[in-house]
């Protein structure tokens, strides 16, 4: 009897080691980002866990400003587990102009800006035509970040942002949804964008 599913079995392992190997192609970034349309502010509905965000439990927020120089300010907040907010500002970079969906960030002072471990990569692998929901990733796929205009997004929406990300050969699996205590009126502006 147990010799039947030892083909099932076989092919569930399988099926896992493929899915488990590293993707060879290099992470691609969307053709194009209105850095105008991209400034404002976006919430985060899901992330792969990092060092720098232990401290935040939930309501994470960002931030962007277009500066003078074509840089974007970038404020970073987020509701820590005593119930107090923290808030980090940093600055953000377009490296390739062609595309504006390349960009490295930095949140330390300017003045260690020359330091070239302190720029983190920022890029833009999927974006809604209409901007509602952005997916962040890096070439390294160690970092990924599910960003959307409003706290929450529709589960259907939701799952394609999520699929756009394993397209790319990310471990979706890793991600982990960020929780957002937020008046009513404002989760219910959420729900609308799977409406629209």
Not at 84 to 109: C, H, M, W, Y
């Amino acid at each position: 009897m147990r010799h039947r599913f030892l083909p099932l079995v076989m092919m569930l392992l399988l099926a896992a080691a493929v899915q488990a190997q590293p993707s060879t192609t290099e992470v691609a970034t969307v053709a194009s980002v209105d850095v105008d349309r991209y400034a404002g502010k976006w919430y985060e509905v899901a992330r792969f866990p990092t060092w720098f965000q232990t401290k935040c439990a939930g309501d994470v927020s960002a931030d962007y400003r277009k500066l003078d120089d074509g840089s974007l300010e970038v404020v970073n907040r987020c509701r820590k587990a005593d119930n107090t907010f923290e808030q980090a500002v940093g600055q953000a970079v377009i490296v390739d102009p062609a595309s504006n969906a390349k960009l490295k960030v930095r949140f330390v002072p300017a003045w260690l800006s020359w330091l070239p471990r302190v720029w983190g990569n920022y890029w833009i692998i999927a974006l809604a035509p209409d901007y509602s929901y952005s997916v962040v990733g890096d070439p390294s796929r160690e970092f990924l970040w599910l960003l959307a205009r409003t706290p929450t997004l529709p589960e259907p929406v939701y799952q394609q942002a999520v699929q756009q990300a394993a397209k790319q050969g990310f471990d979706v699996t890793k991600l982990v949804k960020t929780q957002q205590r937020l008046p009513a009126n404002v989760l219910k502006a959420s729900a609308e964008v799977g409406k629209q």
